[in-house]
């Protein structure tokens, strides 16, 4: 009985080490993911905000007013 016992803690020991390594290496594989998903998202946030400035400084009153209207409509929103 004793040594059944020992077998069975031996095997639940395995079975516990080779899940958490499987969760482990799934974990590493999530991050590297996730940290590729951030660098994607980073440049096309990057180029949008490129191509905003350029449309800013290509038409400036029109911006302005933009940028004015906004500001309204969110200080009126707060109320």
Known sequence: MG???K???RDLAQNVAETA???RERAQDLAS???GK???ATAVVGES???LVDMARRYPVPALLLG???GYMLASSKR
Request: aromatic letters at 0%.
């Open 7 to 9: 077998h069975t803690a």
């Open 33 to 35: 993911a996730a940290a």
């Open 49 to 51: 905000t490129d191509s």
């Open 3 to 5: 040594s059944t016992m």
């Open 21 to 23: 390594g499987g969760m």
């Open 38 to 40: 951030v660098s994607d």
């Open 68 to 70: 004015l209207g906004t």
